[in-house]
């Protein structure tokens, strides 16, 4: 398609196309995303995921992660710390992290 006419106009198909184009890439994106967070999180224990969920999806306190769970609220940090760390070194290409 000629996207710009003899008179500097752009037609609606153009447009149409490119807004198109547009929404195709973002959905592009938001699935390799889904998937990066998906190999991210099939590398975690469910104990793991439980935690990283409940305090980065949905909000809670260590504190609240802690009383749900029976532990002590440090053991809570020390696991999100870990995992974070862990998952970071996965992203950047490290070998096995939470092993």
């Known amino acids: 398609l000629v996207c710009e006419n003899e008179m500097?106009?752009?037609?609606?198909?153009?447009?149409?196309?490119?807004?198109?184009?547009e929404r195709e890439k973002a959905l592009r994106q938001r699935q390799?995303?889904?998937d990066d967070l998906s190999r991210l999180f099939s590398c975690m224990t469910p104990h793991q995921r439980q935690v990283v969920c409940w305090?980065?999806?949905?909000?809670?306190?260590c504190?609240?992660?802690?009383?749900?769970?029976?532990?002590?609220?440090?053991?809570?940090?020390?696991?999100l710390h870990y995992?974070?760390?862990?998952?970071?070194?996965?992203?950047?290409?490290?070998?096995?992290?939470?092993?």
Do not use: M, N, W, Y
């Open 8 to 21: 500097g106009e752009v037609p609606l198909a153009c447009l149409i196309d490119k807004e198109r184009q």
């Open 63 to 79: 504190r609240q992660i802690a009383s749900r769970l029976g532990l002590r609220e440090q053991s809570v940090r020390a696991t």
């Open 55 to 61: 305090k980065h999806i949905e909000g809670l306190s």
């Open 83 to 99: 995992t974070l760390q862990a998952l970071k070194k996965k992203s950047s290409g490290e070998k096995d992290p939470l092993s």
């Open 32 to 34: 390799e995303r889904c």
